[in-house]
């Protein structure tokens, strides 16, 4: 193809990602926070501290250095965490050549600025051309497309010609990349379905049956939608990938962070301690915060989401949660939808 690839972020869905792509035949630079990452990846093939039992290609070349990390490059994947995305970027954008395409990855939203990862790219890149960048999301943990695993996503953008050139970049006999044009939706979707994550993981680690787990999926779309629908973006999109999609599963298996960070929650660990012993970002922390300012903001009533806040920052009992959730007035189903 003869794409320069950078990968900003070597986290596990950072290293997932340039193995695909090296495994295509492609250059891949892969920039590091840690240096020990830079130095495994280096001289073992290997990433010590998040994948660490996936052998990575050759065509992979580390640094721990943020300067010129992007000089050069064609395309540019962007897979910090959320927190540290305006922080990057900022020190990254007098690099960025203006044909470089930007790849999105990261799922979350500023908790200060209240702001989608494409509109703090778009403050970092004023020079940058905005159809030169696009976001990429939906149901995919690191460790299975690190596997090969059939996984399915969308890639969404403001110009065509854009996503399509990404969509073929990132396609794989199994990785199956869609294209969509609704970037505030794809994002809301990849980024809310982290909270109710973490609802479906209290349900279970409170023993409360598939019913209940069924039901907060169903009521957290609901809820997305709708928070989605005040930010701009088409309902229909959450019917997809990056909306349903994500949402089954992260609120349904053990890989989830958030899921995992709810069980122990519903077990009855405290949220302190459960904190020390992370060594990985757990999106739903900061996007409750960010979803919680944003219903009221925009006259949201998202019982779930706020629920999750309060179990996260206001030191709310699970099991006080449900029972207010379970004593709540109930109306039409769709409401605020139909209406």
């Known amino acids: 193809m003869g794409e320069r690839v950078t990968v900003i972020g070597a986290g596990s869905w950072g290293t997932a990602l340039a193995k695909l792509l090296a495994e295509k035949g ?193 009521r957290g779309l ?5 928070i989605g629908q005040a930010l701009g973006a088409n309902p229909i999109t959450f019917a997809g990938l990056s909306g349903i999609g994500d949402l089954v599963l992260t609120c349904t298996a053990n890989l989830s962070r958030n899921h995992t960070l709810g069980f122990d929650l519903g077990r009855g660990r405290a949220l302190s301690d459960l904190r020390r012993g992370m060594r990985m970002a757990v999106e739903g922390l900061p996007t409750a915060e960010a979803v919680h300012r944003l219903a009221a903001k925009h006259g949201l009533n998202i019982p779930i989401c706020d629920a999750m806040y309060r179990i996260l920052y206001e030191g709310l009992e699970p099991r006080m949660a449900v029972e207010e959730l379970c004593s709540m007035p109930l109306a039409l189903e769709l409401g605020a939808l139909l209406h």
């Open 26 to 218: 492609l250059d891949v630079a892969l920039w590091a926070h840690e240096p020990e990452v830079a130095e495994g990846i280096n001289r073992k093939r290997r990433n010590p501290l998040y994948l660490a039992e996936v052998t990575l290609p050759e065509g992979i070349a580390a640094t721990d250095r943020l300067e010129g990390a992007v000089a050069g490059a064609s395309v540019v994947v962007s897979a910090v965490p959320s927190h540290a995305l305006r922080r990057i970027w900022q020190a990254l954008a007098s690099e960025l050549p203006d044909d470089a395409l930007v790849v999105s990855c990261t799922k979350g939203i500023e908790a200060e600025g209240l702001k989608l990862m494409s509109q703090v790219l778009a403050d970092c890149l004023p020079s940058h051309p905005a159809k030169n960048r696009v976001v990429l999301s939906g149901p995919s943990f690191a460790a299975e497309v690190a596997r090969g695993l059939p996984t399915s996503v969308v890639v969404a953008g403001t110009d065509a010609g854009v996503t399509a050139r990404v969509q073929e970049i990132f396609r794989t006999h199994a990785f199956l990349t869609f294209t969509g044009d609704d970037v505030i939706g794809v994002e809301v979707g990849g980024a809310v379905k982290n909270v109710i994550a973490i609802a479906a993981g209290v349900s279970d680690g409170l023993a409360l049956g598939h019913n209940t787990r069924a039901a907060i999926i169903t």
């Open 222 to 226: 609901y809820e997305m939608i709708k």
